[in-house]
Structure formats: structure tokens, C-alpha cells
């Protein structure tokens, strides 16, 4: 899967629900940097 078009679809439903990304990363339980990094393909492996 396109980590791009994963991380747009992530975003575009965050936002659809009126979240920022730390309310999203409370909700699901992992840090709002990890949603940053699912959002922009950024990741330091």
C-alpha cells in the first residue's frame, strides 16, 4: 500500500472529524508524533 495515499486517507478522516492529531493519537493510544509520521511517510527506521 502507498504510504502517501495511506497517510493523506488518515488525515482527510482526522480532519473530517474535527481532531488534531494529539486528540486522534489519545483516542487510539500512541503518541501525536506517530500520527504525524503516518500522515507525512516520514519515519526513521
Do not use: C, F, P
Not at 2 to 20: F, P
Request: hydrophobic residues 35%; neutral net charge.
Amino acid at each position: 500500500m502507498d504510504n502517501y495515499v495511506t497517510g493523506a486517507a488518515i488525515r482527510t478522516l482526522r480532519e473530517k472529524q474535527h481532531l488534531t492529531q494529539l486528540q486522534l493519537a489519545e483516542q487510539i493510544s500512541v503518541s501525536d508524533k506517530t500520527v504525524s509520521k503516518w500522515e507525512t511517510g516520514v519515519s526513521h527506521s
